[in-house]
């Protein structure tokens, strides 16, 4: 069942086999998948911006205080979104963030770890990561996804249903 073998199984993954690549079929799979995410009036804000240059990530270490496991890993994904092509203000950061989890399972249906590292809302962050990458004014940096193959198989995760957080009707 997918469910159980994907949503249910996905981790975050912060170590991985030094320097392997990943193939241009397996980068555009995985991006194809994180554009079928929904977005307001089906707008599509997202953008992305593959890092697969180790002198870039190099930088993106310096620029990002939690992703030092980049440094071993194959590429990191920026996901944007292009405030011209959101539907309204905030729903670029929703949008782009949907297309973000799209992203994250389909690593993880790929046999690929990866891990969320927040850009947006960090202002400083976000600005150098718009200096870093040569982003338009228009484009707006939401979060880094660093991608690469596990060294390990990720630990069963723990239950995290908890049905005293469901209310129906009211609270």
């Known amino acids: ?10 981790r ?5 086999e030094k320097d392997k690549k990943i193939s241009k079929e397996a980068i555009e799979d995985i991006l194809k998948i994180a554009m079928y995410a929904p977005s307001g009036c ?15 990530q190099d930088k993106i270490m310096k620029i990002h205080p939690y992703c030092s496991f ?3 890993a194959s590429l990191a994904i920026v996901v944007c979104w292009d405030k011209n092509q959101e539907l309204g203000e905030g729903f670029g ?8 989890e799209n992203l994250l ?37 939401n979060a880094l996804v ?9 630990p069963q995760p723990k239950d ?12």
């Open 1 to 10: 069942m997918f469910l159980e073998a994907g949503l249910l199984t996905r």
């Open 12 to 16: 975050s993954v912060r170590q991985f």
């Open 42 to 56: 089906n707008r599509q804000p997202w953008e992305f911006v593959v890092v697969d240059e180790k002198k870039i």
């Open 70 to 72: 980049l440094q071993d």
């Open 93 to 100: 950061v929703v949008d782009s963030s949907a297309a973000t």
């Open 105 to 141: 399972l389909a690593c993880h249906g790929r046999g690929l770890g990866a891990c969320w590292c927040a850009i947006y809302p960090y202002e400083d962050r976000m600005k150098e990561f718009q200096q870093l990458l040569k982003l338009p004014a228009n484009i707006v940096p």
């Open 146 to 154: 660093v991608v690469g193959y596990p060294t390990k198989t990720p």
């Open 160 to 171: 995290r249903f908890k049905p005293e957080k469901i209310h129906y009707n009211n609270w």
